[in-house]
């Protein structure tokens, strides 16, 4: 899994990216982070039954543009799991960037 966060001009977007085994079948979720606050500054964005046909397929869920005030830490903070499961576990998050 790698989260993005980027900022073009004022705007900022993130993107969830995740690689699996064939076959696999995976939801992803992607949200912003406020890393100074500790607190989840947008609803979590995400991307169903994202499936992987071949070996080292790259599935990406987004660019999605978020909103959220400026002169903070922030992070793109990614969650992942089997379609079948119940519940959203794992996770990885982006390199800090201040907007």
């Known amino acids: 899994m790698s989260p993005c966060l980027k900022v073009v001009g004022e705007r900022a977007y993130i993107q969830a990216r995740a690689k699996g085994k064939v076959g696999t079948s995976v939801d992803l979720s992607i949200e912003l982070y406020d890393s100074q606050a500790n607190r989840t500054v947008t609803t979590p964005l995400r991307c169903h039954d994202m499936r992987f046909a071949y070996e080292g397929e790259m599935e990406v869920c987004g660019w999605y543009e978020v909103t959220a005030p400026r002169g903070i830490p922030y992070v793109a903070r990614q969650r992942w799991k089997l379609r079948t ?7 990885f998050e ?6």
């Open 85 to 91: 499961a119940t519940a959203f576990g794992g996770g």
């Open 94 to 99: 982006s390199p800090e960037l201040t907007w």
